[in-house]
C-alpha cells in the first residue's frame, strides 16, 4: 500500500515543474491595458454649417463698406463764401448760419477738409467734406466773384474745368455728359451737370447770387457711385443758396 501511494502520489519533480510552468505562463501574459479615461470632445460640426462659417469669415474680410442709406442721418452745412481776405483761417467762419450764404446736406460721419486761405483764393474753393472710408467720395463748393448772371449753359461748364483738373479729366474720358436748367421756387436759375467718366461720376449745380457764381460739387468712384447713387443725388438736391441776414 505504501508503494502505491507512493506511486500515485504526485512526485515532487513534476510538482515544483508544473509550478514553474504555471509562473512562466503568468510572467508571459500580455501587460494588462491601460485604463481607459473618457475626454469629451466637441460633437463635430456638419460640413455644411463649417463651410458656411468660413464662407461668412471670408465676406467680412473682403466685402466693401457699407453703402449709404437714403434714409441715414444728414447735417445741414450753413456756408459763407468769404473772400480770402476776409477768412478767418482754417475753418473759421464754417457753420454760422446767421452769415451763410448757401446751404447743403451732409451724411453723418463724413469729414470736413478745412480749406487753406491759398487754395480759396486760387481756385474758390469754400467747402468740402468727404467719406472717411473713401476720400474721393466727396461734396465741395467753389465761387468766383463778379457773376451777375450765369453764361450760356455749355459755356459754364467748359469754364469751371478750367480750374479744376480733376472735372478736365473726367469730362475727356466721360462716356456721356448731360445738362439741364431749372428754377426754384424763388424763380432761382440752376444749372444741372451729369458728368458720367471712365472712373467716376459727377453731379454739378451752379447758380449766380449776390453778384458771385456758386457751384456744387458731388463725385465719386464708380464703385461707389453705384453704391450710393440716391444719397449723392440727395446731396445734389440739397444745395440751394440763402439769405438768412434778414431773419431773427
Not at 18 to 26: E, L, N, P
Request: negative net charge; charged residues 20%.
Amino acid at each position: 500500500m505504501t508503494m502505491l501511494a507512493s506511486l500515485f502520489s504526485p512526485s515532487p519533480l513534476l510538482t515544483t515543474a508544473a509550478s514553474t510552468s504555471s509562473s512562466a505562463a503568468s510572467s508571459q501574459q500580455p501587460p494588462s491595458a491601460p485604463q481607459s479615461v473618457n475626454v469629451r470632445l466637441p460633437a463635430p460640426r456638419p460640413l455644411t454649417t463649417t463651410l458656411a462659417a468660413a464662407a461668412a469669415a471670408g465676406l467680412l474680410l473682403l466685402s466693401p463698406a457699407a453703402p449709404l442709406h437714403a434714409e441715414a442721418e444728414f447735417k445741414t452745412y450753413y456756408g459763407t463764401a468769404a473772400s480770402a481776405a476776409n477768412y478767418g483761417g482754417y475753418g473759421g467762419n464754417a457753420s454760422k448760419k446767421d452769415a451763410a450764404e448757401y446751404v447743403y446736406d451732409v451724411p453723418e460721419g463724413w469729414k470736413e477738409r478745412l480749406v487753406s486761405k491759398v487754395e480759396k483764393g486760387t481756385n474758390g474753393t469754400d467747402s468740402e467734406f468727404f467719406n472717411p472710408r473713401k476720400r474721393s467720395e466727396r461734396e465741395y463748393l467753389t465761387f468766383l466773384s463778379g457773376f451777375r448772371k450765369l453764361a450760356p449753359v455749355g459755356a459754364v461748364l467748359d469754364n469751371l474745368a478750367l480750374s479744376d483738373v480733376g472735372l478736365q479729366d473726367q469730362i475727356s474720358s466721360a462716356d456721356d455728359v448731360t445738362s439741364a436748367e431749372r428754377k426754384d421756387e424763388d424763380g432761382q436759375v440752376y444749372y444741372e451737370y451729369e458728368v458720367a467718366g471712365a472712373g467716376a461720376h459727377s453731379l454739378i449745380s451752379v447758380t449766380c447770387a449776390r453778384n458771385k457764381l456758386y457751384a456744387h460739387f458731388v463725385t465719386a468712384p464708380n464703385p461707389e457711385w453705384g453704391r450710393d447713387e440716391a444719397v449723392l443725388r440727395r446731396l445734389h438736391q440739397s444745395f440751394k443758396t440763402v439769405d438768412f441776414s434778414g431773419q431773427d
